[in-house]
């Protein structure tokens, strides 16, 4: 079974920090995305990337930065916290022209910024 | 812009029911539907995934059919059980003329099924 795994469960952070948010797929798959969940808002497209080193923007990539040095891991930089991304953020993995792959999720990162 | 909507937000069933949740989009310029299942707390698991040349998939209880010119899709479970309460999810996987770029999520529907 493919293991998306997210380091932290649960961060508190304070306003200004900057926050890494790190997640780690292990079936060598090359398309790695990030999302965060709000309510009322649904699942948002922050960055995704597609190899290593290189990265896309997503609908709300704002605030927001990633790195891909290695294929099995993505990280999530927030260079400046801030209370608005207070969220649950989703990490997710597929396989190579994984167009039609479905999308493996890991289990959260709830991320307070006070 | 791509937009997906859920329809219910919320539904709760008698055990044993057979029930339908439906999704649309607005742009049919999709590679495929898929549909998940998140629990409280936790992450997304992929149920089934219908691709843009595909009118339907199955596994187990669970059937999902593609409409893509309505702009339409449902999620039919069959003799529901109290271990499918949990938020369901339908998202569409973008074309953009250079390739797929991420899904678009509905808002989900919220499914309780009472014992």
């Known amino acids: 079974d493919v293991k998306v795994t997210q380091s932290s469960r649960y961060l508190v952070k304070r306003t200004g920090e900057k926050v890494f948010l790190e997640c780690v797929q292990d079936?060598?798959?090359?398309?790695m995305f990030w999302y965060r969940q709000d309510p009322g808002l649904g699942l948002r497209l922050i960055y995704f990337s597609y190899d290593v080193k290189m990265k896309e923007k997503g609908d709300i990539p704002e605030g927001y930065s990633v790195s891909r040095e290695k294929k099995e891991r993505f990280s999530l930089i927030l260079e400046s916290a801030s209370t608005n991304q207070t969220s649950m953020y989703l990490c997710?993995?597929?396989?190579?022209?994984?167009?039609?792959?479905?999308?493996?999720f890991g289990n959260g990162t709830r991320l307070t910024v006070t | 812009k791509q937009e997906v909507t859920q329809i219910p937000a919320a539904l709760s069933v008698p055990e044993g029911e057979n029930l339908v949740l439906n999704c649309s989009f607005t742009d049919s310029a999709i590679y495929n539907l898929q549909w998940f299942r998140q629990d409280p707390g936790k992450g997304l698991t992929s149920l089934l995934l219908?691709?843009?040349?595909?009118r339907e998939q199955t596994s187990g209880r669970l059937n999902a059919s593609l409409d893509k010119s309505s702009g339409r899709s449902t999620l039919y479970i069959a003799a529901s059980q109290p271990g499918d309460s949990a938020t369901y999810l339908c998202?569409?996987?973008?074309?953009?003329?250079?390739?797929?770029?991420?899904?678009?999520f509905g808002k989900g529907t919220h499914l309780i099924i009472q014992p």
């Open positions: 079936m060598d798959h090359e398309n």
């Open positions: 219908i691709q843009s040349s595909q």
């Open positions: 998202a569409v996987t973008r074309y953009s003329g250079g390739g797929a770029d991420g899904l678009t």
């Open positions: 997710a993995s597929s396989p190579p022209g994984g167009y039609n792959s479905p999308l493996h």
